[in-house]
């Protein structure tokens, strides 16, 4: 009997018998290995029902929030503080303040910061303990730079309630990720930390004039 044919059999037997289930082990061990990675550490994973793991992703939840609508936040101060009212007044209010245009680039950055948090808790739900706590380190260095207070306290929260699961990996993603492979991993919050560190560095040119 062919493969197609026990798989009809077996769907019919479970059609008649209500009870009966039809497990198909290998298919979902190797598909939850090829979804978690060769690098991942899956072993927390049964944990993640818990309450304290249903905070910590309650707590990555409002942080994207917060930071996704930083940019609005940012031009409705900018609009109120100066009486712009139009985007023509507006351009004239960045032309005349350069710092102002630093702060925008800053805050633009910052929904870029959540669609980051939005993969980093996907692979540590994974299980992949470097990806995500590399990922953090860096967004965490970034805020820093860019002034963001709830920037930095809410990505020094997630960083502290990730931390207990992958801490006993952190060094061995190190160690079997090798320099490229680490950078491969953070190449995003790299990209957010090189646009920070710019965007500070701009930012004390301007107040030193």
């Known amino acids: 009997m062919g493969k197609k044919s026990r798989a009809r059999v077996a769907a019919a037997g479970t059609r008649k018998d209500p009870e009966r289930r039809v497990v198909e082990g290998g298919k979902a ?5 090829k979804k978690a990675g060769a690098h991942a550490h899956p072993e927390w ?45 507006l351009t004239d209010v960045f032309s005349q303040d350069p710092s102002m245009v630093v702060t ?3 805050a633009c950055l910052q929904p870029f910061v959540a669609y980051m948090l939005y ?11 470097g990806f995500a706590a590399g990922n953090l380190i860096g967004l965490l ?17 997630l960083l502290w309630r990730v931390w207990r ?17 680490v950078l491969v991993d953070i190449a995003g919050s ?9 965007c500070a560095t701009a930012a004390r040119g301007l107040a030193g004039m």
Do not use: Q
């Open 29 to 33: 061990e190797r598909a939850d290995k």
């Open 45 to 89: 994973a049964p944990h993640l029902n818990s309450a304290s793991e249903d905070l910590t992703a309650k707590l990555f939840t409002l942080v994207e929030v917060i930071l996704g609508v930083v940019p609005v936040v940012v031009i409705g101060l900018f609009l109120a503080s100066k009486d712009a009212t139009s985007v023509d007044k």
């Open 104 to 106: 925008f680039i800053s």
């Open 119 to 129: 993969m980093i808790y996907r692979k540590y739900c994974e299980g992949d303990a």
């Open 141 to 157: 260095c970034s805020e820093i730079l860019l002034l963001n207070i709830p920037g930095v306290i809410g990505m020094g929260i």
């Open 165 to 181: 699961n992958v801490a006993l990996h952190f060094e061995s993603w190190l160690f079997e990720r090798r320099a490229m492979g």
């Open 190 to 198: 790299l990209v957010i930390l090189v646009l920070a560190f710019m």
